[in-house]
């Protein structure tokens, strides 16, 4: 099909985010122009069932009205107003008290940013700032794991662990220290359980921690589930044994909600799901389920009494962003987050669950298939060259591309993840038919991938 006029004028003139933009040139941009429920439209007119909820972000799908009633009402009554200078607004306050409110661990404070990235650079910040104002200036290191995604900026790009984030663009900035992937199916010895390999991640976090002094590593930050990394769910008692290992040594334990967070694993926080009593929080993505660019952090009363004594020394906290609780973001995700209780959404994510995940093994029988893996209403496939021994495709075959692009073809978007993960990440509200309907398009572009595959013999090593 010839390129549309969209699709000409994005080529001259847009830099897409995590593109190929050589590739791009010639391929051009999918064009999409309306959504509705999980369904979103292209300019052609073809519906797609959203399988990612655009960036794991549209919780509450597509077309919602009653947000979009409260932007319009909220525009109107006060479009702006910041929190600077100790200024406050009723949406900001509200949100806040309702974030402690649910938060997974007792937390005493919040601060606004307007996506996950900014929320993890602040928090960089403020654990920074907390030793200096504890007076134990070496405290400074942050660990993070291969294979985690905590965002672009530059902080933190350093914490994600892919490749990608850090080639050419020099990174990461020193003082960032990455530690294992908990991911069974890759990484585990032969023969050694889940809760081996656990002891052994977190044995292997504890001489790192030793290895670079206790004195010098100030957090630990890690997303309940990896997500952009390839949905790695951890082993049984991984974070219970991380936590023991963080609390001997006095380092704050950061959890990157930014996905999980607000009932992606059927219950309001990753956290939950995973016994992690995190001492600080990042969220973004579904807090506003997308229709607003909102983030925050939460910390708890001792960082809080930190940043207000070095405050006090220095005069302020120079820290804050222009739209840092933007009064509209602030009541739609007041709003979102009163849909979620109100609709039981969480509940009815661990009640939808269970064929979403069934549904997803079945897969795990595919010729393709090596690992499927889920909780909640996430998940991924893992294609493998070979399934006796785990040999992935080599890179350059772009498996994962490839049954993406079978995906759309069929209708259903979803996400090629590293190492030809496919990502399923569907809006919340889904449905148990279009829970079927999405596995019915990806089994058909599954089958189409094989069929490829088999043809053009890309299994060769
Ligand atoms: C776990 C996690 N943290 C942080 C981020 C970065 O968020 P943003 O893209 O809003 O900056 C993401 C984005 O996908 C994420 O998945």
């Known amino acids: 099909m010839p390129l549309s006029n969209s699709a000409v004028r994005d080529i001259e003139t847009l830099v897409h985010p995590y593109t190929n933009l050589a590739l791009h040139r ?11 429920g999980v369904f979103v439209y292209d300019e052609h007119g073809k519906a797609y069932l959203e399988g990612m909820a655009g960036l794991w972000c549209a919780a509450l799908g597509y077309g919602n009205e009653e947000l979009a009633e409260v932007a319009a009402r909220q525009i109107r009554t006060l479009s702006f107003t ?30 606004f940013t307007c996506s996950g990235s900014e929320a993890n650079d602040t928090q960089v910040k403020l654990i920074w700032y907390m030793n200096n104002a504890l007076g134990r200036p070496q405290k400074k290191k942050i660990i993070s794991r291969i294979k985690g995604y905590h965002g672009v900026t530059i902080a933190s790009a350093s914490l994600t662990g892919l490749p990608n984030n850090h080639i050419d663009f020099d990174l990461p900035i020193p003082g960032i220290l ?75 334990l950061i959890a990157d909600e930014v996905i999980c ?62 739209y840092s609780g933007h009064p509209v973001g602030s009541a739609m995700a007041l709003k ?29 029988d595919h010729p393709l298939v090596g690992e499927t893996r889920g909780i909640g209403l996430i998940g991924a496939l893992e294609m ?26 069929e209708g259903l978007i979803l996400r090629n993840l590293p190492n030809d993960a496919i990502g399923i990440c569907p809006p919340l509200v889904i449905s148990e038919a279009e829970i079927d309907l999405l596995f019915d398009r990806l089994t058909t572009a599954l089958d189409k991938t094989e069929a490829d595959v088999s043809a053009q013999n890309l299994r060769a090593a």
């Open 26 to 36: 010639e391929t051009g941009p999918l064009v999409i122009n309306r959504g509705e």
């Open 82 to 111: 910041h929190l600077f200078g100790g200024k406050s607004h009723d949406p900001a306050i509200e949100l806040a008290e309702k974030l402690k409110e649910i938060a997974p661990s007792p937390m005493s404070k919040v601060f």
């Open 178 to 252: 990455h530690t294992g992937t908990p991911h069974h199916y890759r990484n585990a010895l032969p023969g050694e359980s889940e809760v081996d390999f656990a002891t052994r991640l977190a044995d292997e976090l504890e001489a790192l921690i030793l290895k670079e002094g206790p004195e010098t590593i100030a957090a630990f930050i890690a997303e309940p589930i990896m997500g952009a990394g390839g949905v790695i769910i951890p082993p049984t008692t991984y974070f219970e044994k991380i936590q023991e290992v963080l609390q001997r040594h006095d380092v704050v």
């Open 261 to 322: 967070g607000f009932g992606r694993t059927g219950k309001m926080w990753g956290s939950q799901t995973f016994n992690m009593q995190p001492n600080a929080l990042s969220c973004a993505k579904a807090l506003t389920s997308a229709y607003f660019p909102l983030g925050a952090v939460m910390i708890d009363e001792r960082m809080y009494d930190a940043l207000v004594s070095e405050s006090r020394k220095i005069g302020t906290l120079g820290h804050g962003f222009t």
């Open 336 to 364: 979102t987050i009163e849909i979620y209780q109100r609709e039981r959404i969480v509940e009815k994510v661990a009640a939808k669950a269970p064929q979403f995940q069934k549904r997803l093994k079945a897969l795990a």
């Open 384 to 409: 493998v060259a070979d399934k006796a021994s785990k040999r992935s495709f080599e890179a350059k075959k772009m498996i994962g591309a490839m049954c993406v692009k079978h995906c759309e073809k």
